[in-house]
């Protein structure tokens, strides 16, 4: 066997092997077929089946290659997967999550989509609510902080607006450690502020539909204002949440703070990552609370629940999952996020779409994952 052969063999899984060896083995059926005992005769049947067995290995390396990833080294979410049943607006809506079950929830997809959404104008914003099935939509602005309420019968979505993603990493540069104390902690001045400039217009909203079910969602910065609507409207007016939803969310409060959320929320509260997206790890200075779904490596990584849930979900049954199942995006100190700021005002250049839209800019990689629409993707 030639030396090249040799290195490509040893490497390959046994399935990969196994495939490599039908394939010679029928290559050389076809090469035999041509040296026929009888002249100027070809052997149809080792044609036939030399043929046929590799069209088969063929066939099996097109399955490999274009099936969906799989989790490659890092193991996949070993909670038990429920069957994906397409559901309409209102059978998501009217969803209950328990944050530390596998996340299937249909209601996540929902609001992924709503938090893309809410980066249109608002007259295109309404058409495509409404158009997915929404009956009213109303807006809140102030100044550069946009939201929208979508409702469907006694039930709401709130969602906020994230940073645009031709300016994000001008955001990242200016953001700061600033903290502002309330009744249960302390939370991010400048996420307190923002929300706060828009918590009259929701409240207004709030006080005329008078949902029974609301979900809270947001992507970016608007993960982070979702997160401090949540608090606003649990412990300060004491108004039921469904749930709350954020994509790419930076942290928001102290370790005060978010134990007394943790505990507000009780399994209602995640947080998806996806691979190495840098805002979810600032400011360093705060804290997470909820759920970590974390895409990584092809997989699904979870942070550990409060108690250690079981397999099943909190009803009971099932295998508990030990602590070595269990990880939090990694910590960044002080030092790395003030380098980071420093990597960001390097030159580069703006990329775009084929339409003219402005994508993440290179000037920083790891930025590349915080595009909203790749949480959906993720999702899908």
Same mark, same amino acid.
């Given at each position: 066997?030639?030396?090249?052969?040799?290195?490509? !063999?040893?490497?390959?899984?046994?399935?990969?092997?196994?495939?490599?060896?039908?394939?010679?083995?029928?290559?050389?059926?076809?090469?035999?077929?041509?040296? +026929?005992?009888?002249?100027? *005769?070809?052997?149809?049947?080792?044609? =036939?089946?030399?043929?046929? /067995? /590799?069209?088969?290995? &063929?066939?099996?390396?097109?399955?490999?290659?274009?099936?969906?990833?799989?989790?490659?080294?890092?193991?996949?979410?070993?909670?038990?997967?429920?069957?994906?049943?397409?559901?309409?607006?209102?059978?998501?809506?009217?969803?209950?999550? @328990?944050?530390?079950?596998?996340?299937?929830?249909? &209601?996540?997809?929902?609001?992924?989509?709503? +938090?893309?959404?809410?980066?249109?104008?608002?007259?295109?914003?309404?058409?495509?609510? *409404?158009?997915?099935?929404?009956?009213?939509?109303?807006?809140?602005?102030? $100044?550069?902080?946009?939201? @929208? !309420?979508? +409702?469907?019968?006694?039930?709401?979505?709130?969602?906020?607006? =994230?940073?645009?993603?031709?300016?994000?990493?001008?955001?990242?540069?200016?953001?700061?450690?600033? +903290?502002? *104390?309330?009744?249960?902690?302390?939370?991010?001045?400048?996420?307190?502020?923002?929300?706060?400039?828009?918590?009259?217009?929701?409240?207004?909203?709030?006080?005329?539909?008078?949902?029974?079910?609301?979900?809270?969602?947001?992507? $970016?910065? =608007?993960?982070?204002?979702?997160?401090?609507?949540? @608090?606003?409207?649990?412990?300060?007016?004491?108004?039921? &949440?469904?749930?709350?939803?954020?994509?790419?969310?930076?942290?928001?409060?102290? %370790?005060?703070?978010?134990?007394?959320?943790?505990?507000?929320?009780?399994?209602?509260? !995640?947080?998806?990552?996806?691979?190495?997206?840098? !805002?979810?790890?600032? %400011? %360093? $200075?705060?804290?997470?609370?909820?759920?970590?779904?974390?895409?990584?490596?092809?997989?699904?990584?979870?942070?550990?629940? %409060?108690?250690?849930? #079981?397999?099943?979900?909190?009803?009971?049954? =099932?295998?508990?999952?030990?602590?070595?199942?269990?990880?939090?995006?990694?910590?960044?100190?002080?030092?790395?996020?003030?380098?980071?700021?420093?990597?960001?005002?390097?030159?580069?250049?703006?990329?775009?779409?084929?339409?003219?839209?402005?994508? #993440?800019?290179?000037?920083?990689?790891?930025?590349?994952?915080?595009?909203?629409? &790749?949480?959906?993707?993720?999702? *899908?």
């Amino acid at each position: 066997m030639l030396p090249f052969m040799q290195v490509t !063999v040893s490497k390959l899984p046994m399935k990969e092997l196994i495939s490599f060896f039908v394939l010679v083995v029928g290559f050389l059926l076809i090469i035999l077929s041509f040296f +026929s005992i009888e002249p100027r *005769k070809t052997d149809l049947r080792k044609l =036939g089946l030399g043929s046929l /067995m /590799m069209l088969s290995v &063929i066939g099996y390396f097109l399955w490999s290659v274009f099936a969906p990833p799989t989790s490659g080294e890092i193991e996949e979410e070993t909670r038990d997967k429920p069957i994906t049943v397409v559901a309409t607006l209102k059978e998501k809506l009217d969803e209950s999550i @328990y944050a530390y079950d596998y996340p299937g929830w249909a &209601i996540a997809k929902e609001l992924a989509q709503c +938090s893309s959404d809410v980066y249109l104008s608002p007259v295109e914003a309404e058409e495509v609510f *409404k158009k997915r099935g929404y009956k009213s939509v109303a807006s809140l602005n102030s $100044s550069t902080l946009v939201g @929208y !309420v979508a +409702s469907l019968g006694d039930t709401s979505v709130i969602m906020f607006r =994230g940073t645009n993603p031709s300016e994000i990493q001008d955001w990242f540069i200016n953001l700061s450690n600033r +903290s502002r *104390k309330v009744d249960h902690g302390n939370v991010h001045a400048g996420f307190w502020t923002g929300y706060d400039s828009l918590h009259g217009q929701l409240a207004k909203v709030l006080e005329a539909s008078k949902p029974k079910k609301v979900w809270i969602t947001g992507h $970016s910065l =608007g993960g982070a204002l979702a997160v401090v609507c949540a @608090y606003r409207l649990s412990s300060m007016e004491n108004l039921e &949440i469904a749930g709350v939803m954020t994509f790419g969310q930076p942290k928001v409060g102290n %370790p005060a703070f978010c134990k007394h959320m943790e505990v507000t929320l009780s399994g209602r509260m !995640v947080h998806f990552v996806n691979e190495s997206d840098l !805002v979810p790890r600032v %400011p %360093p $200075s705060f804290d997470h609370f909820g759920s970590l779904v974390w895409y990584k490596g092809g997989g699904i990584r979870r942070s550990q629940p %409060p108690m250690l849930a #079981m397999r099943s979900g909190p009803e009971g049954g =099932g295998e508990a999952l030990s602590e070595d199942e269990f990880v939090e995006i990694p910590e960044m100190t002080e030092e790395e996020f003030e380098q980071s700021k420093l990597d960001m005002q390097l030159p580069g250049n703006v990329q775009f779409t084929p339409d003219g839209e402005p994508l #993440m800019q290179r000037r920083f990689s790891l930025v590349d994952d915080h595009d909203i629409a &790749i949480y959906i993707d993720r999702l *899908k």
